[in-house]
């Protein structure tokens, strides 16, 4: 067999901000990471995808996650500042897939079945428009959701993906 995917991580983003600067990041651990997908081509070739996986506000750092070769961002935490699914698409949607992005903090706990269902159309549509989206929550989900919501998200992705 082989691999598709590499599934690598570390949080860099709060629901504001950075944990730490980019300034910060490139002097302290750029080269560490361009160092690790380097021996990771080396080994396994260019066609296995970087999944990198950063919870937070992680706009500020996309450009540089891109340049050490991540190529799938997950979580998409859509409340989290500048990281609203429109804005990315437009910026980085035809280097990125986006992971994620069912909101999990707000939509999934607080809103009813069928805010669930629109919610999740509307990141499909958005994130999802001519390709580059694996749909799914944006963390793990709590154990205070309901089932039916649950159900309302997983129905929704695979009516809209053709496979209900």
Not at 50 to 67: A, K, N, Q, T
Not at 80 to 103: C, S, V
Not at 106 to 124: D, I, K, W
Request: hydrophobic share 40%.
């Amino acid at each position: 067999g082989r691999f598709d995917e590499l599934a690598w991580g570390g949080d860099l983003g709060t629901q504001e901000s950075l944990f730490i600067s980019v300034k910060m990041w490139r002097e302290f651990f750029r080269d560490y990471y361009l160092e690790f997908y380097a021996e990771i081509v080396r080994r396994f070739g260019t066609r296995l995808a970087i999944f990198y996986h950063s919870c937070g506000s992680v706009w500020d750092m996309i450009p540089d996650l891109i340049d050490v070769g991540v190529r799938i961002l997950n979580p998409i935490q859509v409340r989290a500042r500048n990281m609203e699914p429109e804005r990315l698409k437009a910026a980085w949607g035809g280097i990125l897939t986006f992971h994620g992005a069912i909101d999990i903090q707000h939509v999934l706990p607080h809103c009813t079945v069928e805010e669930v269902r629109r919610h999740t159309e509307e990141m499909m549509e958005v994130l999802g428009a001519g390709g580059g989206y694996i749909c799914g929550p944006n963390h793990a989900i709590q154990a205070d959701t309901s089932v039916e919501k649950i159900l309302a998200v997983y129905e929704t992705i695979g009516s809209l993906a053709g496979n209900a």
